[in-house]
Antibody, heavy 121, light 111 residues
């Protein structure tokens, strides 16, 4: 059974960099059949797509976050990561990693449980 | 404001049928892209409910169905149950934004 698990600091200071990792268990992240994505959700609000990465290292980011986001792949650890720079209180949210098929539709069929990141001094 | 428009809330009694709407445009599922639906209970991750407009993943009851016509999509839930009380989100890809987009979500209350 494939599972995704987010990890990282729960508290980040304003202007610093938010860094999270997503560990994939039960399947190799290098399968090539999937895109690996990050999605976030501020408390009480809707979902916002952040971006995704493919096996080749190709990335695609949300236009609104593109200047501050980097998603990287770490095959040796079966992980992928998110870096979001210059954070503000508006970046406080639950951050989810998710899997999207690279061979069929643009939907997310598997999600991590999410991790809450609070931006505060 | 979300690119995909959903009603903020809906309610229904057990056993009833409710329909959640999602309005898009020609640059997302009104064009060449599909619409997908997710269910999210409080404190949990979203769960894929309907994909590619009308398809159900394995394990999703057939009480849940999706449809699409032009720039409108709907999620119907028949035989409403207390456990259906959750937030529901539609999702697509938008070519003008060059990215994945979600609806603002609909909170379904089972009376």
């Amino acid at each position: 059974q494939v599972r995704l698990q987010e990890a990282g600091p729960g508290l980040v200071k304003p202007s610093q960099t938010l860094s999270l990792t997503c560990t994939v268990s039960g399947a190799p992240i290098t399968s090539g059949d999937y895109y690996w994505s990050w999605i976030r959700q501020p408390a009480g609000k809707g979902l916002e797509w952040i971006g995704r990465i493919y096996l080749s290292g190709t990335t695609h980011y949300s236009r609104s976050l593109k200047s501050r986001v980097t998603i990287s792949l770490h095959p040796s650890k079966n992980q992928f990561s998110l870096n979001l720079t210059s954070v503000t209180a508006a970046d406080t949210a639950v951050y989810y990693c998710a899997r999207r098929s690279a061979v069929s539709g643009r939907y997310f069929d598997l999600w991590g449980r999410g991790t809450l990141v609070t931006v505060s001094s | 404001q979300s690119v995909l428009t959903q009603p903020p809330s809906l309610s229904g009694a057990p056993g009833q049928t409710v329909t959640i709407s999602c309005t898009g445009s020609s640059t997302n599922f009104g064009g060449p892209y599909e619409v997908h639906w997710y269910q999210q209970h409080p404190g949990t991750a979203p769960k894929l409910l309907i994909y590619d407009d009308t398809k159900r993943p394995s394990g999703v009851p057939d009480r849940f169905s999706g449809s699409k016509s032009g720039t409108s999509a709907s999620l119907a839930i028949t035989g409403l149950r207390p456990e259906d009380e959750a937030d529901y989100y539609c999702q697509s890809y938008d070519s003008s934004l060059s990215g994945v987009v979600f609806g603002g979500g609909t909170k379904l209350t089972v009376l």
